[in-house]
C-alpha cells in the first residue's frame, strides 16, 4: 500500500498530525531522509530545522537490515545480532568502524557537528520507522546534546516498535501510520529514491532562510 507520494508528501501529513502536540522548539531530522520530511514538517510548524547523522551498521549480505546504529557519542546494537551473523569481535569492529567513517565525512558535509538543543523541546524526523535502532541512537544523541524533551515521529512505523522505544527511551513515540505488518518503510512511498547530500543541503538552506 503506498499512501505517500514522496518524502515531501509524508512530511505534509505528518504535519497535520503534530500540530496537535506542540509546541517544539525544533525540528531535527535524521540525515538523510529524514531531513525532507522534517522540512515540510518545520514549515508547517514554524519552527526552526537542525540535522542529525546518525548510521545504520548494515547486517552481512543483507545492508538494509540494520543491526545496529551508530551516532556521533553513541553505538546501539541488536543484542542477537553477533550470534545471529556469526560475526567475531574484529568484524564487528570494523562495521562499526567504518560506519563512523561515513558518519563523520557526512556531519562535515553538513556543517552539524553540534546540536543546538539545551533545554530545548525537540521534534525528532526521520523518514520511517523500522527495527528503531537508528531512532534510539538519534534520541539519546538529542539527550546527550541537553534536550529537555524528546518526540520522535515518523510516516509510518510498526506499533511495536514505537512502543518499545518510548518504554525503553523514555520518548514519546508519534506515527502517522502504524501499521501490524511494515514489511518496509519504503513500501508506503511511490517514490521512496535514495536521498542525496545535495537535497538534504537544500532542505536546510531553505529552512535557514525562512528563519531569515
Not at 551498521?57 to 557519542?73: D, K, T
Not at 557537528?113 to 538529542?142: H, K, N, S
Request: glycine share 8%; proline share 4%.
Amino acid at each position: 500500500m503506498r499512501v505517500f507520494a514522496d518524502r515531501r508528501d509524508a512530511g505534509r501529513a505528518l504535519a497535520k498530525r503534530l500540530a496537535a502536540e506542540g509546541p517544539f522548539d525544533v525540528v531535527v531530522g535524521m540525515a538523510r531522509g529524514g531531513v525532507i520530511v522534517a522540512g515540510e514538517v518545520a514549515k508547517a510548524l514554524a519552527v526552526p530545522l537542525q540535522v542529525l547523522v546518525v548510521r545504520k551498521i548494515g547486517a552481512p549480505r543483507n545492508p538494509e537490515l540494520a543491526m545496529g546504529a551508530v551516532s556521533a557519542h553513541e553505538v546501539i546494537l541488536d543484542a542477537g545480532a553477533q550470534a545471529r551473523y556469526r560475526l567475531d569481535a574484529a568484524a564487528l569492529d570494523e562495521a562499526i568502524r567504518c560506519e563512523r567513517e561515513r558518519l563523520e565525512a557526512r556531519v562535515a558535509r553538513y556543517g552539524s557537528a553540534d546540536l543546538a538543543l539545551a533545554g530545548r523541546r525537540v521534534l525528532l524526523i526521520d523518514d520511517g520507522l523500522a527495527t528503531g535502532l537508528t531512532a534510539r541512537a538519534a534520541i539519546r544523541e538529542c539527550l546527550a546534546a541537553g534536550a529537555r524533551e524528546v518526540v520522535f515521529a515518523a510516516p509510518v512505523g510498526p506499533p511495536e516498535t514505537a512502543d518499545a522505544i518510548a518504554a525503553e527511551e523514555g520518548a514519546k513515540v508519534i506515527l502517522g501510520k502504524r501499521p501490524i505488518s511494515l514489511h518496509a518503510v519504503g513500501a508506503w512511498y511511490r517514490d521512496f529514491t535514495q536521498t542525496t547530500d545535495e537535497e538534504v543541503m537544500g532542505a536546510l538552506n531553505e529552512a535557514a532562510d525562512r528563519s531569515s
